[in-house]
């Protein structure tokens, strides 16, 4: 039973005399609890609704067009409190954040809901048997899932939960009712990968076509760990270990299966300095979000667009600026190149240390406003500094360290240009200075663009 908090006007439930404060209890005998159980049964075409209002029940019948909303809005998206995490997991991110940061960025979610909704990953260990069957019933596909480990024992481990073995058992359940299922390995160095990285990709392919994919990606380990478990980043010849067993297994899987099946992260690329696959290998670029293929797609979208030729000459030798995490900026600088080769222009790249996070930390999103302002101060910046958009949180206009693209653009005197996650939004960027967001500084002496 939900609370409704606001009727659209002129809407089927408007008409029918639902009200703001009545709320709602069932929808065709079904409770209805969440988002999950609204959007399910809501999309039918004919309703019996039963609202409470005060102390009476009311019923309601509706007739309406499948999947047709008809006007109920709730104060909270998911109709119910979010679920936390209950993992203590050695290689949490969140527990080597900094204290002072906003409060939001230190909430641990690990709710079922969001897995369907916007992709987040699960680890299962909260899920009830009455979430599992949900699921089933609802036929609610792909679920995304943070295994990390096939191995029961280890999994707790890692985890620090003693649900988290038992708990593989689901990934089996849902796979055999035909959920599809995207996995997601969080590699720690010397714990889960080597054998154990075997172990897990023989037992994940097993479930294939239900198991549609696996993603390796390296444990991030922040400067602020003090009390936490000792865990040591992936170097060049750890990452090139990894690459071999994801690699020769993709391979084999391939030849059988006509799909790689598993796939590491750019990241382990970059730091074993080995020479990522061209875009094909990647299919469907489907496990984007855990940074695998990324740099092959935003090449492979860079040099379309540069031979495609359908921007305009700057009409004067245009310098603007780059800023990217380190890992990005041998890439990021080669694309660059071939841009000043083919218009008039000129392109500074500067990869920016992590200071804030540690040196470990070599990603874009995690560069801060401060380490981009600290380091980038009293440089020539030309006429415009970009700055890929991934450096914001999502729907807010601010950096990890709560700088905001004003003072960005203040303080160093320029203006800055944010561009999407794509190598065609990119070179745009660089010859025509647009982008998705662009800040001008209130004191830029430089060509206004």
Request: glycine share 6%; charged share 25%; net charge negative.
């Given at each position: 039973?939900?609370?409704?908090?606001?009727?659209?006007?002129?809407?089927?439930?408007?008409?029918?005399?639902?009200?703001?404060?009545?709320?709602?209890?069932?929808?065709?005998?079904?409770?209805?609890?969440?988002?999950?159980?609204?959007?399910?049964?809501?999309?039918?075409?004919?309703?019996?609704?039963?609202?409470?209002?005060?102390?009476?029940?009311?019923?309601?019948?509706?007739?309406?067009?499948?999947?047709?909303?008809?006007?109920?809005?709730?104060?909270?998206?998911?109709?119910?409190?979010?679920?936390?995490?209950?993992?203590?997991?050695?290689?949490?991110?969140?527990?080597?954040?900094?204290?002072?940061?906003?409060?939001?960025?230190?909430?641990?979610?690990?709710?079922?809901?969001?897995?369907?909704?916007?992709?987040?990953?699960?680890?299962?260990?909260?899920?009830?048997?009455?979430?599992?069957?949900?699921?089933?019933?609802?036929?609610?596909?792909?679920?995304?899932?943070?295994?990390?480990?096939?191995?029961?024992?280890?999994?707790?481990?890692?985890?620090?939960?003693?649900?988290?073995?038992?708990?593989?058992?689901?990934?089996?359940?849902?796979?055999?009712?035909?959920?599809?299922?995207?996995?997601?390995?969080?590699?720690?160095?010397?714990?889960?990968?080597?054998?154990?990285?075997?172990?897990?990709?023989?037992?994940?392919?097993?479930?294939?076509?239900?198991?549609?994919?696996?993603?390796?990606?390296?444990?991030?380990?922040?400067?602020?760990?003090?009390?936490?478990?000792?865990?040591?980043?992936?170097?060049?010849?750890?990452?090139?270990?990894?690459?071999?067993?994801?690699?020769?297994?993709?391979?084999?899987?391939?030849?059988?299966?006509?799909?790689?099946?598993?796939?590491?992260?750019?990241?382990?690329?970059?730091?074993?300095?080995?020479?990522?696959?061209?875009?094909?290998?990647?299919?469907?670029?489907?496990?984007?979000?855990?940074?695998?293929?990324?740099?092959?797609?935003?090449?492979?979208?860079?040099?379309?667009?540069?031979?495609?030729?359908?921007?305009?000459?700057?009409?004067?030798?245009?310098?603007?600026?780059?800023?990217?995490?380190?890992?990005?900026?041998?890439?990021?600088?080669?694309?660059?190149?071939?841009?000043?080769?083919?218009?008039?222009?000129?392109?500074?790249?500067?990869?920016?240390?992590n200071d804030f996070f540690g040196n470990t930390i070599t990603v874009s999103g995690l560069v801060?406003?401060?380490?981009?302002?600290?380091?980038?101060k009293n440089k020539d910046l030309g006429e415009a500094l970009l700055l890929p958009i991934s450096?914001?949180?999502?729907?807010?206009?601010?950096?990890?360290?709560?700088?905001?693209?004003?003072?960005?653009?203040?303080?160093?005197?320029?203006?800055?240009?944010f561009c999407e996650n794509n190598g065609e939004a990119f070179l745009e960027a660089l010859i025509?200075?647009?982008?998705?967001?662009?800040?001008?500084?209130?004191?830029?002496?430089?060509?206004?663009?």
């Amino acid at each position: 039973m939900v609370e409704i908090y606001e009727v659209s006007a002129d809407s089927i439930a408007s008409k029918k005399g639902i009200l703001p404060g009545d709320f709602l209890v069932s929808v065709n005998s079904h409770t209805i609890e969440d988002v999950l159980d609204y959007q399910f049964y809501m999309s039918e075409k004919h309703l019996k609704i039963v609202l409470k209002r005060n102390s009476a029940y009311k019923i309601i019948s509706i007739t309406k067009k499948e999947y047709e909303d008809i006007g109920l809005v709730f104060s909270d998206y998911l109709m119910s409190k979010q679920q936390h995490c209950k993992n203590k997991c050695i290689f949490c991110f969140i527990d080597q954040l900094p204290k002072g940061l906003r409060e939001s960025l230190y909430f641990k979610d690990d709710d079922s809901r969001l897995s369907f909704l916007f992709g987040n990953y699960i680890t299962l260990t909260n899920l009830t048997q009455r979430d599992v069957d949900r699921i089933k019933e609802m036929h609610i596909s792909p679920i995304n899932i943070s295994v990390h480990t096939t191995n029961p024992e280890l999994r707790v481990k890692m985890m620090g939960n003693p649900n988290a073995g038992s708990s593989l058992k689901v990934i089996k359940e849902l796979a055999d009712a035909g959920i599809k299922i995207n996995a997601q390995l969080v590699l720690c160095s010397g714990i889960n990968d080597g054998d154990e990285l075997k172990r897990t990709l023989n037992d994940l392919s097993a479930m294939y076509p239900a198991v549609q994919m696996v993603a390796a990606v390296p444990l991030g380990v922040t400067k602020f760990r003090e009390g936490l478990a000792k865990l040591i980043p992936y170097n060049k010849e750890s990452s090139k270990e990894v690459i071999n067993i994801i690699e020769g297994f993709a391979d084999e899987f391939y030849r059988k299966n006509g799909t790689h099946f598993a796939y590491a992260a750019d990241e382990f690329y970059l730091k074993s300095e080995t020479k990522i696959p061209l875009a094909e290998y990647y299919e469907d670029f489907s496990q984007l979000e855990n940074g695998v293929g990324m740099c092959a797609l935003f090449e492979s979208e860079f040099n379309y667009a540069l031979e495609a030729n359908t921007y305009s000459v700057p009409k004067h030798n245009q310098i603007v600026s780059v800023a990217c995490g380190e890992a990005a900026f041998e890439l990021i600088s080669t694309l660059c190149k071939k841009a000043e080769n083919k218009y008039e222009i000129t392109a500074n790249v500067f990869p920016i240390r992590n200071d804030f996070f540690g040196n470990t930390i070599t990603v874009s999103g995690l560069v801060t406003g401060f380490d981009i302002v600290n380091q980038l101060k009293n440089k020539d910046l030309g006429e415009a500094l970009l700055l890929p958009i991934s450096m914001l949180r999502k729907e807010e206009d601010l950096f990890l360290d709560d700088y905001t693209p004003e003072r960005i653009a203040n303080e160093l005197n320029t203006n800055v240009i944010f561009c999407e996650n794509n190598g065609e939004a990119f070179l745009e960027a660089l010859i025509n200075l647009r982008g998705k967001k662009h800040v001008k500084s209130s004191c830029c002496n430089s060509r206004q663009t």
